[in-house]
């Protein structure tokens, strides 16, 4: 429906996900964010490849539709003149020291790989040297499996990139917190600052904040943060833009990019709260996680450590969809792990439920209760 007005609240990669696709389908949007410290969009590693992850069920079938649909939605940006999305299919490369644990993991990702309509690209079992030759800093006593189409993407360009394509199909942008409070019709009342905002639907799109944000409305959504600690490392004299992301099967992996660093992390904090601080134990243990796969980074320089608050849903599956009791008002929250692969795919989705009046099917799984 052409210029229904809705208001996004929260700028991180779902929030970008779901302005850019109603924007590009004529809706009149508005995106409302004030920038907290720990958005978990900023701190994200990056990788874009599911295929090899023991995450089963209806998690995974959005996990992968997720990877599936990152070519399309970087054509689509760069159908709205946005070029820059630091997206690239560099693969993705499972290592272990024990060959069992590679079979298994090879026979998942190559059923996987073969439902994925070609996304996933090839996948190929790798001895010691190979595995060396991609990623040279890695131990000698691990050995592979590589799926060719995993891609890693730079989580600060593509949520900027989203949000750009998103204003140049007519959004506006506001620097501020949201409050939702109670009005007539199940509708709330969408606040930003002092200033009273005009919509027909509100979209909550604040990661862990979301119960913060819906508690006025009586809503308790089963989200908390969980923090993620990540170091970013320079390796100088290597040429690290064409490495595969590595995954020794554990929530510890490494991600490289353009300008000779590695992002390696990430510790997964249930309980932390929104204490954004980097802690000696966090510290500790990114390093010393990265350091045991690739030793070759023991010299690296250690650049930043990143905090990130993941949006940790109490269920184990995103939240997606209307509120039962209040059509208008959409939630699209608990990405916990994996948002950044997830996010533009469910916005497209929800754009499309929202514009059309009625659930997405594909969405059916995650719906509010
Ligand atoms: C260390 C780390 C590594 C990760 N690596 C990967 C990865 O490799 N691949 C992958 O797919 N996923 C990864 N993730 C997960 C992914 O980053 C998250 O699932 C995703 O970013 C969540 O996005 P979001 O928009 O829901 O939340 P966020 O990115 O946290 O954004 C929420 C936004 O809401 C705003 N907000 C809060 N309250 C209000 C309010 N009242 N009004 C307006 N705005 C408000 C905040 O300022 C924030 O900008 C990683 C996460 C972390 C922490």
Redesign the pocket.
């Known amino acids: 429906m052409e210029g229904r007005r809705v208001i996004v ?9 779901v302005a850019f696709a109603l924007a590009r389908r004529g809706a009149d949007v508005t995106v ?5 410290p ?11 490849a599911p295929w090899a992850s023991t995450v089963e069920g209806p998690l995974y079938d959005l ?1 992968a539709a ?1 990877a599936a649909y990152y070519p399309q939605v970087v054509g689509l940006l760069a159908e709205a003149g946005v070029l820059r999305t630091d997206y690239r299919r560099t693969g993705a490369l499972v290592v272990h020291e024990d060959p069992a644990v590679l079979d298994e993991a090879q026979a998942r990702a190559e059923t996987r790989a073969r439902a994925s309509g070609g996304v996933a690209g090839e996948v190929s079992r790798l001895g010691g040297d190979d595995v060396r030759a991609l990623v040279p800093v890695l131990a000698p006593d691990l050995e592979g499996v590589f799926i060719s189409g995993g891609a ?2 730079d ?1 600060r360009t593509m ?1 900027e990139a989203l949000l750009e394509g998103a204003a140049r199909h007519g959004a506006r942008r506001l620097t ?4 939702l409070l109670p009005g007539g019709g199940g509708m709330p009342r969408v606040v ?1 600052g002092t200033d009273e905002i005009e919509a027909d639907d509100v979209v909550v ?6 119960a ?2 819906l508690e006025p409305l009586g809503v308790r959504p089963g989200v908390e943060p ?5 170091s970013h490392l320079r390796v100088e004299g290597h040429d690290t833009s064409g490495w595969p ?1 590595v995954h020794p099967l554990s929530h510890h ?1 490494l ?1 490289a990019f353009d300008d000779s660093r590695v ?1 390696v ?3 997964r904090e249930t309980g932390s709260g929104f204490d954004v601080r980097v802690t000696a134990r966090g510290q500790w243990q990114v390093l010393a996680d990265a350091l045991r796969i690739a030793p070759g980074l023991a010299d690296a320089t250690l650049i930043e450590t ?6 940790l849903p109490s269920g184990g599956l995103p939240i997606v969809g209307a509120l039962p009791d209040r059509p208008g008002v959409h939630v ?12 533009p795919y469910v916005g497209d989705a929800l754009a499309r439920a929202i514009l059309d009046g009625r659930a997405a099917p594909e969405l059916s799984a995650f719906a509010p209760r």
């Open positions: 609240v929260g700028a991180g990669i779902a929030g970008a996900g409302a964010d004030p920038g907290l720990g958005q978990a969009t900023q701190a994200s590693a990056g990788i874009i996990y997720g890693r993407v989580g949520c501020g917190a949201a409050r930003v799109a604040v990661g862990a904040w979301a913060d944000l969980q923090r993620g600690q990540i992301s992996y991600v992002a992390g990430a510790t990143r905090i990130g608050l993941r949006p699209v929250a608990g990405f916990g792990a994996a948002g950044l692969t997830m996010a």
